[in-house]
């Protein structure tokens, strides 16, 4: 009775840890249909027509506020690690003065860049000193009113 009891617990425990690793999808950003997308036409739609067709857009340009964005990323993660993009499409429509569609833009995932935020390195200008340099440098110059070399 135990045993059997203990290879239970055993086996719902190792399902529950498994459950921890399962992987995850998700969907950032704004449902576009690439077709309702396609639909669009430079010099027959408006502002009004593609905000009926495609919704609100994602963010205006900062400086160019006649251009729309639209944005949609796909990510998967598995377990702990970061999450991966999948897929990503950004749609640009441009716009004239008078509010009509001058171009439409469609970019992927080959934009995307890899950065590494935290690199070990500060980059510096100068001469670059060795952690002896650095140490011993001073000695023999504090209060003789000479300057350390450079």
């Known amino acids: 009775m135990k045993v ?4 239970l617990s055993a086996a719902m425990i190792g399902a529950a840890l498994l459950a921890g690793c399962a992987g ?5 950003g704004a449902v576009v249909d690439p077709q309702l997308a396609s639909a669009i036409q430079p ?3 408006n502002k009004a027509s593609v905000e009926k067709t495609l919704g ?9 506020p006649n251009d729309w964005y639209y944005v949609a990323q796909d990510t998967h993660q598995f377990a702990f690690r970061n999450p991966r993009v999948s897929q990503e499409n950004v749609y640009r429509v ?3 003065a008078a509010g009509n569609v ?8 080959e934009l995307i860049v890899g950065l590494d935020p935290v690199s070990r390195k500060t ?3 100068g001469r670059q000193k060795s952690f002896f340099d650095e140490l011993f440098g001073n000695i023999g110059t504090v209060g ?4 350390p070399q450079q």
């Open 4 to 7: 059997a009891l203990l290879k």
């Open 24 to 28: 995850v999808r998700a969907h950032k």
């Open 43 to 45: 010099g027959v739609d």
């Open 56 to 64: 609100r857009p994602s963010f205006t340009g900062q400086f160019t």
């Open 94 to 96: 441009s716009f004239d």
């Open 102 to 109: 001058t171009n439409v833009q469609r970019t992927g995932k």
């Open 123 to 125: 980059p510096t200008l």
């Open 144 to 147: 003789t009113g000479a300057t």
